[in-house]
């Protein structure tokens, strides 16, 4: 770490002081939040508190006081919070906020191995580690103050990208299945043992599930095993007005998901649409409206299905980083609730986004560069929702999520291209590390 911050740029040094005092002030903002309970963090602590003094299934059916929220982490994912409620709540707060900046560390670690594994663009990954550690605290802190799990989501599926490099073929089911049996949407991660073959990775990712989701939570639990996870599927998932079927809503503008934007153009939301200044829109029934949204959605993930393909054919499949940064793009497309505290999904494939743009540079083509460099921030923004409410309502997060998604399609669609190129000179790379963006 000193090593990087030693031969950074005066540029990456200022904005690696400024990385890390705005994880330290998210860190005082989570505990703030703890203390006041109005965040995330205390919803799933007061139920953590609940479930430990025996709470059975109301805890999905019954709004959180005071925040007025569902609880939606499965059983599996409440057994992650269980050992919180031993702490008062501002304790609590604490140790989830050491334990997420630890996780952040891991996550760079990971990101040294895996790029030491690189082969030919190894040195692309590498002149860019100071820029990935600013994004990493950034895209973290962000998470971090409402208490998500999304920062050990991100963990797994790098460690998932170095397990199966090295062949750990159980290691790699496991990592996959962790974020699989906290929240229902990284299950769409199993394409990718299974697009590349890996049937030991799948078939122990399946193992895996299975124990997180049915043993331990039957060992945690106990008598109300079977209650909590029947009235979390009936409550959350299949109600109407549960958590799952109103991620999409698209009255709250932080939201810049498919759904909520298509919903904001095309389909007429009185408690958006009859406020002053509501911007245009169509008089579409939001039901079906919802049904173009999830056909776009399939659309997306089988053309990025069939991306892969062109990834798989090339001579650059170790460690498979690109195919993955292509698939949490391809996640954040399609995530019902896109948030910024979300973006960290994104994570991957904005580090390959600052690889290609040093690539560039290196191989003389600078405005190229300057034109991929300009994007990522711009990305990086919009995910952030660093933009005015205004300009959110228009759906402009959504834009950074196209960006990022579109550059991976065509990154993997050449790299067989890349791995031809001739071998680089990887300690003159370290050396200019500080030169770009």
Partial sequence: ???????????????LALAAAFLLLTCVS?????????????????????MAAGAGGEIYQERDVPTGWYNCIPPAGMSVFLGLSFFNRVAAGIVWAIANVGLLAVAFALLRRIYARMGEQRVHYEATLPYALVV???FGGVCLQTGQTSILFVVCWLGYVLATTVGRSSSAGFLLAIPAAIKLYPLMFGLVPLLRKKWAEAGWGI??????TVVLPAVVFRENFVELTASFFQFQVFDPDGRVMTAAAPTAVSNQGLDAVLLR??????????????????NLDPGFVLMASNI???AIVLFTVFVSFKWLRSKDGDPPFLMMALWCAALYMIL?????????????AVLAMFAAAHRQFEHGFAKDGARLAVLSVVACALMLQVVPDYFLQFGVGYVGTLILWLFTVLEVSKSGELARTPSENYAAGRKRASDIL
Avoid: C, N
């Fill in 207 to 212: 193992v895996w599930i299975a124990v997180l």
């Fill in 1 to 15: 770490m000193r090593d990087i911050v030693r031969k950074s740029s005066p540029i990456a040094r200022v904005l």
């Fill in 30 to 50: 989570l505990v703030k939040r703890a203390y006041r309970g109005d965040s995330d963090f205390g919803v799933f602590y007061r139920a953590a508190v609940s």
């Fill in 336 to 348: 019902p609730g896109a948030k910024g505290r979300y973006a960290i999904y994104a994570l991957p």
């Fill in 296 to 298: 776009v959605r399939v």
């Fill in 265 to 282: 153009f095309f389909s007429y939301v009185p408690e958006l649409h009859d406020q002053p200044g509501a911007l245009p829109h169509g």
């Fill in 136 to 138: 990493l605290a950034t």
